[in-house]
């Protein structure tokens, strides 16, 4: 059954997915205009999983203790997302103990939202670390950016302020394009020219 047929007969639960700069948001935002379908961003449910006195902020300041707290400014005593990054970058230790952590709730979290829309036909389910935190089972679909690693590479050094050979350290920590593309279904093509996966978009949404 191909991928067409395949939504006509499901609830379709689109997981979309790709390395690091590979240009997931600018896919998704190209949707969030011309599409008219719910998005639920993995991202955007981890940040609201870390907030002050939520669950998951307790157990990150009981492991990591204060040093994660953003000091800027910050009566709410907020978690300084980009220290944690760092801190589980640099820890492979901390790295696997956030992961277990979040990615159970980020998964549960996703599953309720997409409760809310059982009347819709088509659901974007934007997760990063698709592949890495098993996320397979909660898609009817994988779609997976294509992106060659030197363009990653460009775009993070840009956005992150980040060395060049921190920047291959981070997309080297992912899944590799080639093991994630055996369990794809469709491959949106972001290597030089927009118009390719914009061209499959219109087909297949």
Not at 68 to 97: G, H
């Amino acid at each position: 059954m191909d991928i067409l047929q395949k939504s006509k007969t499901h609830l379709r639960r689109i997981g979309l997915t790709g390395g690091i700069a590979s240009g997931k948001t600018t896919i998704t935002n190209y949707i969030r205009k011309h599409k008219n379908i719910p998005i639920i961003d993995a991202d955007n449910l981890s940040r609201e999983l870390i907030k002050p006195n939520t669950y998951g902020y307790n157990k990150i300041l009981d492991y990591f203790g204060n040093k994660v707290i953003d000091n800027k400014n910050n009566s709410e005593r907020t978690i300084n997302r980009k220290l944690l990054r760092k801190i589980i970058f640099e820890n492979s230790e901390s790295k696997k103990w956030i992961e277990k952590l979040l990615h159970p709730l980020i998964k549960e979290k996703m599953i309720q939202e997409c409760s809310q829309y059982k009347n819709n036909q088509t659901i974007l389910l934007v997760i990063p670390l698709l592949f890495e935190a098993k996320f397979e089972d909660i898609c009817t679909e994988i779609w997976l950016v294509k992106c060659p690693k030197e363009l990653q590479s460009k775009r993070l050094i840009a956005r992150d302020k980040i060395s060049e050979k921190e920047a291959y350290e981070s997309i080297n920590l992912q899944l590799s394009f080639e093991e994630k593309r055996k369990f794809s279904d469709v491959i949106l093509d972001n290597s030089d020219d927009q118009n390719k996966w914009i061209k499959t978009i219109r087909e297949l949404l």
